[in-house]
């Protein structure tokens, strides 16, 4: 199923050289949402640009470069976890793309992050597939835990129901 194109990434898929952009969403306690072709708007959120160099991303994952010369994104990495942040990337061709433009090719999460001179780079992997070990641990009394649910109890979490075993 194909899809129409605006004028606007008719345009931009013409020129000579074509350069896609990214916008990137970054779903820390406080959402970060990152363009790699200056500030725009688009989606009804505003995306700060000038941070992102170095773009490697597809639909299994990637990586990305944040430029960091105040050291405001080597902070959070140092006081946030770094690991199964949730992220999604849509690609866009132009500046200032129309609602329908940017095509989602990354959903998933990130796989950790490293600070370095400058910049901060940031792994992604898709989500739960470098953490679907389960069960990582078991919970039982010669563990430590006295007071369990009997088994066959469903707890509900995070959007999904566990149903407790022995």
């Known amino acids: 199923m194909g899809r129409t194109l605006t004028t606007q990434t008719t345009n931009a898929v013409a020129a000579t050289v074509t350069t896609p952009a990214w916008f990137i969403e970054l779903a820390f306690s406080s959402i970060i949402r990152l363009s790699s072709r200056g500030d725009q708007s688009w989606g009804g959120q505003a995306w700060t640009g000038g941070r992102l160099k170095n773009i490697q991303i597809g639909p299994t994952g990637g990586k990305f470069l944040l430029i960091n010369t105040d050291l405001a994104y080597s902070a959070l990495v140092l006081n946030n976890s770094t690991t199964d942040v949730g992220c999604r990337a849509w690609m866009f061709y132009g500046d200032n793309p129309a609602s329908d433009d940017p095509v989602l090719v990354f959903d998933g999460v990130t ?56």
């Open 111 to 166: 796989d950790g992050a490293t600070v370095d001179v400058g910049a901060v780079a940031f792994g992604l992997a898709v989500e739960g597939s470098r953490t679907a070990f389960s069960p990582r641990s078991f919970i039982t009394e010669a563990g430590g835990f006295n007071h369990l649910r009997p088994a066959g109890t469903k707890i509900s979490w995070g959007g999904t129901v566990y149903e407790l075993e022995r």
